[in-house]
């Protein structure tokens, strides 16, 4: 079992990118979904710094049936102005095959 955060084994920057990817979403409009910088996600897909180690879960997640209506009126609740990450949410939105 595991006991603290320590012991988890994280994603690395190509398995979290490759998630993007399996999901739909750039990194602009994930780092919009999470309230944080496109930059931060830049680093973690790039290895420059850790990826959270709930990374994994949430991804995961975001590929169950009805997960991206979820995300969509969580997100549109919590409109943050960023535009290109806007752009992008929005073709996330419309789905992968427009």
Do not use: C
Request: glycine share 10%.
């Amino acid at each position: 079992m595991v006991r603290n955060i320590q012991e988890w084994r994280r994603m690395s920057g190509e398995q979290l990118s490759a998630a993007l990817e399996q999901v739909g979403l750039g990194r602009a409009a994930f780092a919009w979904i999470l309230g944080t910088r496109s930059e931060r996600v830049t680093a973690w897909a790039k290895g420059a710094e850790t990826v959270p180690f709930y990374m994994d879960v949430l991804l995961s997640l975001m590929t169950l049936p009805g997960a991206r209506e979820m995300v969509l009126r969580v997100v549109r609740r919590q409109q943050i102005g960023d535009q290109q990450a806007e752009r992008e949410f929005d073709a996330w939105e419309r789905g992968r095959d427009g």
